[in-house]
């Protein structure tokens, strides 16, 4: 995949698995949703930075999982 030729840190590669959590969650697949987002943050938070719009994508997606799945106080901190 993305990881393996362009490297774990690279954009495209990012937002392949951001993709994924978008398609995982689609797919009601909530668990491995909730865990690719968490991934994608942490690397595009450390190499894009906090306030990167692309970093807010996956922040507030993550959030929207959260919310749902009814862990408030978590899903309050990513939106």
């Known amino acids: 995949g ?13 937002k392949a698995g951001h993709n994924v959590g978008l398609i995982a969650d689609a797919a009601g697949q909530t ?20 306030e990167h719009v692309d970093t807010l994508k996956t922040s507030c997606n993550l959030g929207l999982i959260l919310l749902t799945s009814g862990v408030i106080a978590e899903a309050e901190a990513m939106l």
């Open 2 to 14: 993305f990881s393996e030729i362009l490297g774990a840190e690279h954009p495209l590669t990012l």
């Open 31 to 50: 668990a491995e949703a909730r865990s690719t987002y968490e991934d994608v943050l942490r690397i595009r938070q450390r190499v894009l930075g906090a």
